[in-house]
């Protein structure tokens, strides 16, 4: 079935450091891929997608790029910041069903000034 | 525009009763999903409506319903309660259920405690 992996934390990093979140995934034909955020208290917020191979979401520093031919959909960020501490997910929307998106179990970072 | 709203925020129930949750999508967006969020489930994706009609549905027990309004207003009904169903609940709206293009906007959820 469909499924994300996504590396176990507690991830914690000192300030300005370079963060990789790693993540894979199993699906069948061309899903969506998204990273979502969970700041402590707060819903999940969208932090970048991308729909087809190759494509590279970006925002507020922090990218990922889908690769088909490893699977993998990892999260990086060259300097890090106290403020980017929280809970990471990796998703995906299987191809032809956008409705059921599966989370990845989500990696909490850590950033230490 | 104001997000997702749910209400409430927080809830506190005893086994065997019911509960209702409330979630307002953002102005103008017609489909909503309900997630539940365990620490040891993860995110668990639990059903999705659009236009007032169920589209999709997670691996929940019976005791999971919800339904929509006409103006996209959703609800979601738990019954007669387990200590399991302790959870923050969550839910997202999309503009239509597509969001491959548009990604989710999850509100801020509803933290149930069943005792």
């Known amino acids: 079935g469909n499924s994300v992996t996504q590396m176990e934390g507690p991830v914690t990093l000192s300030e300005e450091a370079f963060l990789t979140i790693n993540c894979t995934y199993t699906?069948?034909?061309?899903?969506?891929l998204f990273w979502y955020v969970q700041y402590p208290g707060e819903g999940l917020q969208l932090l970048l997608k991308?729909?087809?191979?190759?494509d590279k979401g970006s925002n507020k520093g922090f990218e990922a790029t889908y690769r088909k031919e490893t699977t993998s959909f990892h999260l990086e960020k060259g300097s890090v910041q106290v403020s980017d501490s929280a809970v990471y997910f990796c998703?995906?929307?299987?191809?032809?069903?956008?409705?059921?998106?599966?989370f990845g179990a989500g990696t909490r970072l850590t950033v230490k000034p | 525009k104001a997000g997702v709203t749910q209400t409430p925020r927080y809830l506190i129930k005893t086994r065997g009763q019911q509960v209702t949750l409330s979630c307002s999508p953002i102005?103008?967006?017609?489909?909503v999903s309900w997630y539940q969020q365990t620490p040891g489930q993860g995110l668990q994706f639990l059903f999705e409506?659009?236009?007032?009609?169920?589209?999709n549905k997670g691996n929940f027990p019976g005791r999971f319903s919800g339904r929509q309004f006409s103006n996209s207003r959703s609800e979601m009904n738990v019954s007669t309660l387990e200590l399991g169903d302790s959870a923050l609940y969550l839910c997202?709206?999309?503009?239509?259920?597509?969001?491959?293009?548009?990604?989710?906007?999850f509100g801020s959820g509803t933290r149930l405690t069943v005792v």
């Open positions: 997202a709206s999309s503009l239509v259920p597509d969001s491959a293009n548009y990604g989710y906007t």
């Open positions: 699906a069948t034909g061309y899903p969506s």
């Open positions: 991308a729909t087809k191979a190759d």
């Open positions: 998703a995906l929307t299987p191809s032809g069903n956008n409705n059921d998106m599966r």
């Open positions: 102005s103008g967006h017609r489909s």
């Open positions: 409506y659009f236009s007032e009609t169920q589209r």
